[in-house]
């Protein structure tokens, strides 16, 4: 249905045009125009697209026809035409959140190539990497959207059955406006059932009081490396890529006191995400909104990591989490193998990070205390050691009330080491009913 908006043949050899806003609810105070840049070549690099030119320009304000002013298209048509003359352009990526439907036909037609924004761009990627059914309809969902925006010239790009939508004297664009929202809508539904389905799974995670960790953070910070590194799970498989991850996928693992939690992990951010976009993945989100903790995962080795903090924090004060749990987040400082001198990098709001590194698995005990303590605090539970007697009615009690993580018999096999996560009342209750 959507081929011709298959971008892999027009992305091979991309221009890159980064517009510098300095006005309005658009001003960027966030990032710096390198970020941005550095941001688009990491996407095109994600498409496999390579970039033969980068050109940051300044955009006093947005004109509707054109984007850039009359002056700056002109000088923007001549650098086109130079860049043609060197290289096989084969598109232009022009890095705003999304171009208006016509602001697109005109650049297209003044450059005589094909050009896309950031939504489209990113979209692309995350149709690639979308694996599991609700990440897929979630991008589909985003798609439509996209599309329906940009109605007025991607009609003809849509395979309509018109003997089975069409009304007499409808337009082709009418047409295709009916045909999206009845695609919509079926695809809501279906998502609708999946998210039903997820919200009971996670009713019985809370049931069984097993603690949830979400590990968030910019993407391609080592979200997931950290996973498996923390978790030994094998099936997971970290890229160098951006949006590797798309679903929030729920791993269990074993903190190295010996007790069980639950590590989330989650899609990444970048600066400036298309809002309809993050939308699609709110849902997805719900787990971050929910976890009992959150890991904040920085590559502490990019340069621009101050600014990818910043477009975090930002992401997350846009979901609403409670502030306590942003008060409680924990900082990780990713990939310390691979810069010199951490320590005297750090600004003064750094030093309750943990260092760690994924990929040689440093200081990973630090980072097993700092999240045991952050849980304990979260949750108002504590962690047990409990020797019971074996055989009696303690075991099946504490597996009613607690979360057992582990059972081991005594040495002289009379007795059990139990380690239980519980509240200080139900402990309390414990004790009481037991003697204990
Ligand atoms: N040198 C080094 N590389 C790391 C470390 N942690 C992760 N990486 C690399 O960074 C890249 C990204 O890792 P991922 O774990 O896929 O990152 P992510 O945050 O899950 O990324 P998204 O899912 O795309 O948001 C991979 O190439 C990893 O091997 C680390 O501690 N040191
Ligand atoms: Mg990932």
Not at 195 to 208: E, H, I, P, S, Y
């Amino acid at each position: 249905m959507y081929e011709k908006l298959n971008l892999d043949n027009q992305l091979t050899q991309v221009v890159i045009v980064h517009p510098n806003i300095k006005w309005g609810r658009n001003r960027d105070t966030l990032s710096t125009p390198q970020l941005r840049v550095a941001e688009a070549v990491a996407l095109m690099d994600t498409l496999k697209g390579k970039v033969v030119a980068t050109t940051v320009e300044s955009l006093k304000i947005e004109d509707k026809k054109t984007f850039f002013g009359k002056g700056k298209t002109g000088e923007l048509c001549n650098l086109m035409n130079k860049l043609k003359q060197k290289h096989q352009v084969t598109a232009v990526f022009l890095n705003t959140t999304q171009l208006q439907a016509n602001q697109r036909q005109t650049l297209q037609k003044l450059w005589s190539l094909p050009v896309y924004d950031r939504y489209g761009i990113v979209l692309q990627i995350f149709k690639r990497h979308a694996r599991t059914q609700e990440a897929k309809i979630q991008v589909e969902l985003a798609s439509l959207k996209y599309l329906r925006s940009q109605l007025s010239f991607t009609v003809e790009a849509y395979d309509l059955d018109r003997g089975h939508l069409g009304r007499a004297g409808e337009s082709g664009q009418e047409i295709g406006r009916r045909a999206l929202e009845y695609k919509y809508r079926q695809l809501s539904r279906k998502l609708k059932d999946i998210r039903q389905k997820r919200a009971t799974v996670r009713l019985k995670r809370q049931r069984n009081e097993i603690p949830t960790v979400a590990v968030l953070g910019y993407t391609n910070a080592g979200k997931t490396t950290l996973i498996k590194a923390l978790t030994g799970e094998k099936s997971m498989i970290p890229k160098d890529k951006l949006f590797a991850t798309l679903d929030t996928t729920v791993y269990s693992g074993q903190l190295i006191s010996g007790f069980q939690i639950l590590y989330i992990d989650t899609i990444g951010f970048i600066s400036d995400l298309p809002h309809d976009l993050l939308e699609s993945f709110s849902a997805t989100l719900e787990d971050v909104i929910n976890a009992d903790l959150l890991l904040h995962i920085r590559d502490i080795s990019h340069p621009e990591t101050e600014k990818q903090k910043a477009s975090v924090l930002n992401v997350l004060r846009d979901l609403y989490l409670p502030r306590t749990a942003l008060e409680n987040m924990i900082e990780v400082h990713n990939k310390i193998d691979l810069i010199e001198d951490y320590q005297s990098n750090l600004s003064t709001d750094d030093h309750n990070a943990v260092a760690v590194s994924a990929t040689k698995k440093e200081n990973f005990e630090l980072l097993s205390q700092n999240i045991e303590n952050g849980l304990m605090k979260t949750t108002g539970k504590q962690f047990y050691k409990l020797q019971i007697p074996n055989g009696g009615q303690q075991l099946s009690w504490l597996y009613r009330e607690a979360n057992v993580s582990d059972l081991v018999p005594s040495k002289n096999g009379k007795s059990l080491i139990v380690k239980c996560i519980m509240s200080n009342g139900v402990y309390r209750k414990f004790c009481s009913k037991f003697g204990q």
